[in-house]
C-alpha cells in the first residue's frame, strides 16, 4: 500500500479527471458526428463523473448520500465498458453502430441501475458493503452476484472485446489506419491496467486511479483526433487497395479541405497535401458540380503539360458527416491519340471531299467522252470505269454527309412526318418505287440530319431491288409507351445478312465488310438520335425498325 496517498491527496488525483473531461468535450464537440468520436465524448463524460462521484462519496460522512451516489458510480463503470466496446465497433467497422446494438448493450446496465436501489436478497451488494465509520465507502470486489456479473464480467468481456477488435485491426491494416489504431489501443489498455490495479487492492480503498488515468489518456486522445487526424475520414476500401490505386485519390472532407490521400497522390503532388484546399492543387476544378461531374484539366507535372479526368462521388461518413472522393486519371495518353485521330480525321475528310471527288469527277467525265468516241469493246469497258467512278463519287459524298452528323451530338424535337417527307422528297424514285406511307402525328427527339437515315434506307431498298416489278416500300409508325418505332419494309432481297451483322455489331470485320458508307450513314444518325435499329432480311424482303424517344410538343 502506497503510505503517501492520504485521503487529501487521493481526492486531489481524483477530482484532476473532472476538468480534462469538460475540456475534451468541449474541444471535440464539433467532431461528434465521425464514426467513434461520439462514444469517445461519451466516455470522456462518463470519466469525468466517474472521478467527480468517487471523490464526492469519499469526501462526504454521511453514509446514505455515500451509498446512493455509489449506485451511480458502479452504473457508470459498467456504462464505460458499453461505451468503449461501441467506440471500437464505429471505429473498426466504419459504420454507425445501430438503435438496436446500442439498446441491447445497455440493457443490463439499465436492470442493474434499478435493482441497485433494492438490493432484493442481497443480489447487488453483499453484507460487506457498507460504509466505514471514516466515511468511505467498503466493498469486496467480487462480492454480490449482479454487481460481479454485469460490472466485473460483462464489464471486462465487453473490454476485450473491444481489446481483440483493436488488435485485428492493427493486424490487418497498415499506415494511417494502423497508427489510430494503436492510439485506441493504448487507451483502452491504460484503463484496464488502472482498474486492474484497483481490484488487486494496491491502492488505498478511498482511492481509484482509473479517473486520473481516464483523463491522462483522454487528453492524449483528443490532441491525437484534434492535431493528427485520428479518426478522420477514411477511404472505403481497405487501405492496401487504396494506396495501390494508379490514378490519385483525394478524400475531401465536408469543409472541401483534403483529408486523406493515397500513396499516387503524393507521389503526385509531391508530399503531404493532408490539411490543405483541394482549390489551393486544382484551381480549375469545381467541387460538386453537378452538371459537369466528370471534368477534364490540365497540370504540369514533371516539366510537361498532362491531362486528367477528375471525377467526384458524395460519401457519407458517420452521423449525416459528408464528403467527396476526387479521382484524378491521367488521360494525357488518350488525349493524344484523339488529338491524332481529329487529325486523321480531317486529313481523310479533305482527301475525299477535294482530292478524291475531284478527281474522280474527272475519271467520269473522261469515261462519258470515250463513249462517245468508242467502239467495241472499249465501250463496255467505258461503262465499267464510268459506273465504278460514279459510285465511288456517290460514297464520296456520304462519307462527307457521315462526317457532318458525327460532328453534330445535338438533338431537335419535332413531328416525325418531316424528317420522312424530307426524305421522301430528295429520294431517287424516279417512278421506280411505289412509297406508302402512315406517319402518326407524333413528336420526338431526332438528330437534325435524321431525314439522311430515312433517304438512305429508301433509296438502298430501290438501287438493290431486282425484276421487273415496281419496288413496294412501306414506312409506317408503331407507338409503345415513351417510345416511338418508325419502320421502312420492302419486299425486293434488300439488304445483305452480312451487312445488317456488321451494324448490329458497330464494327467492321475481316470476314464481313459493308459494301459502303451508306448503311454507317444510318446507324451514326440512330445513334446520334439516341435511338437503336434492328434489321432483319429474308427472300420477301427487309424491313427496318428505328426506336426513338417521345417529345415534348414545343410550347408556343
Known amino acids: 500500500m502506497v503510505d503517501w496517498l492520504t485521503i487529501d491527496i487521493a481526492v486531489l488525483l481524483m477530482a484532476f479527471g473532472i476538468f480534462p473531461s469538460l475540456y475534451i468535450i468541449y474541444m471535440l ?36 448520500i455515500t451509498l446512493a451516489l455509489a449506485n451511480v458510480f458502479w452504473t457508470l463503470v459498467a456504462a464505460a465498458a458499453v461505451v468503449m466496446f461501441l467506440l471500437a465497433y464505429e471505429f473498426v467497422y466504419k459504420t454507425v453502430a445501430s438503435r438496436r446494438l446500442v439498446t441491447g448493450l445497455f440493457a443490463p446496465v439499465g436492470v442493474f441501475f434499478l435493482l441497485t436501489w433494492f438490493n432484493p436478497g442481497d443480489l447487488v451488494y453483499s453484507s460487506e458493503y457498507y460504509v466505514g465509520a471514516d466515511g468511505v465507502l467498503y466493498f469486496p470486489q467480487f462480492g454480490g452476484i449482479l454487481r460481479f456479473l454485469v460490472v466485473q464480467a460483462y464489464g471486462y468481456l465487453l473490454v476485450f472485446l473491444a481489446t481483440g477488435m483493436f488488435v485485428g485491426e492493427i493486424l490487418r491494416t497498415n499506415g494511417i489506419q494502423r497508427r489510430q489504431t494503436v492510439y485506441l489501443l493504448v487507451t483502452t489498455l491504460a484503463l484496464v491496467v488502472s482498474t486492474m490495479i484497483k481490484v488487486a487492492e494496491l491502492v488505498p ?61 503524393r507521389t503526385r503532388f509531391d508530399g503531404n497535401i493532408i490539411g490543405n484546399s483541394l482549390q489551393d492543387f486544382l484551381p480549375e476544378y469545381r467541387l460538386n458540380d453537378e452538371d459537369d461531374p466528370t471534368q477534364t484539366i490540365e497540370m504540369e507535372y514533371e516539366g510537361s503539360s498532362h491531362y486528367y479526368s ?30 491524332e485521330l481529329q487529325l486523321l480525321k480531317a486529313i481523310l475528310i479533305r482527301i475525299l471531299r477535294h482530292n478524291m471527288r475531284n478527281d474522280l469527277n474527272i475519271i467520269n467525265g473522261y469515261a462519258g467522252a470515250m463513249k462517245e468516241v468508242a467502239d467495241g469493246e472499249l465501250v463496255a469497258m467505258a461503262d465499267a470505269v464510268h459506273e465504278r467512278s460514279a459510285a465511288l463519287l456517290q460514297h464520296a459524298e456520304k462519307a462527307q454527309l457521315l462526317e457532318r452528323v458525327i460532328s453534330d451530338r445535338s438533338l431537335v424535337t419535332g413531328s416525325l412526318k418531316a424528317p420522312v417527307e424530307r426524305a421522301l422528297a430528295e429520294s431517287e424514285t424516279d417512278g421506280r418505287a411505289i412509297v406508302r406511307t402512315t406517319i402518326d402525328d407524333v413528336v420526338v427527339e431526332h438528330h437534325p440530319e435524321f431525314y439522311l437515315a430515312v433517304k438512305e434506307l429508301i433509296d438502298n431498298a430501290i438501287t438493290h431491288h431486282s425484276g421487273s416489278d415496281e419496288q413496294r416500300i412501306d414506312i409506317y409508325s408503331e407507338t409503345n409507351g415513351g417510345d416511338i418505332f418508325l419502320i421502312i419494309a420492302d419486299q425486293g432481297p434488300g439488304i445483305h ?31 446520334r438520335s439516341n435511338g437503336d435499329l434492328h434489321a432483319t432480311s429474308s427472300d420477301t424482303g427487309t424491313r427496318i425498325k428505328i426506336r426513338l424517344s417521345k417529345g415534348e410538343p414545343a410550347v408556343k
Open 29 to 64: 464537440y464539433d467532431d461528434r458526428r465521425k464514426p467513434g468520436v461520439l462514444w469517445f465524448l461519451v466516455a470522456m463524460g462518463i470519466g469525468g463523473c466517474w472521478a467527480f462521484l468517487y471523490t464526492t462519496f469519499t469526501l462526504v460522512r454521511s453514509p446514505t
Open 497 to 527: 445478312q452480312s451487312e445488317i451483322d456488321v451494324l448490329h455489331a458497330q464494327e467492321e470485320t475481316s470476314l464481313y465488310h459493308g459494301s459502303g458508307v451508306g448503311l454507317w450513314l444510318v446507324r451514326w444518325v440512330v445513334d
Open 205 to 265: 480503498m478511498y482511492y481509484d486511479p482509473t479517473s486520473t488515468v481516464f483523463a491522462l489518456s483522454g487528453l492524449l486522445f483528443a490532441y491525437s483526433i484534434q492535431y493528427h487526424g485520428l479518426l478522420r475520414y477514411v477511404s472505403t476500401a481497405r487501405e492496401r487497395t487504396f494506396e495501390e490505386v494508379e490514378d490519385a485519390i483525394l478524400v475531401i472532407g465536408s469543409d472541401d479541405v483534403i483529408v486523406d490521400v493515397n500513396q499516387a497522390g
Open 310 to 339: 477528375v471525377s467526384t462521388s458524395s460519401i457519407e461518413y458517420g452521423r449525416g458527416l459528408t464528403g467527396s472522393i476526387v479521382v484524378l486519371s491521367d488521360i494525357t495518353g488518350l488525349k493524344e491519340q484523339e488529338t
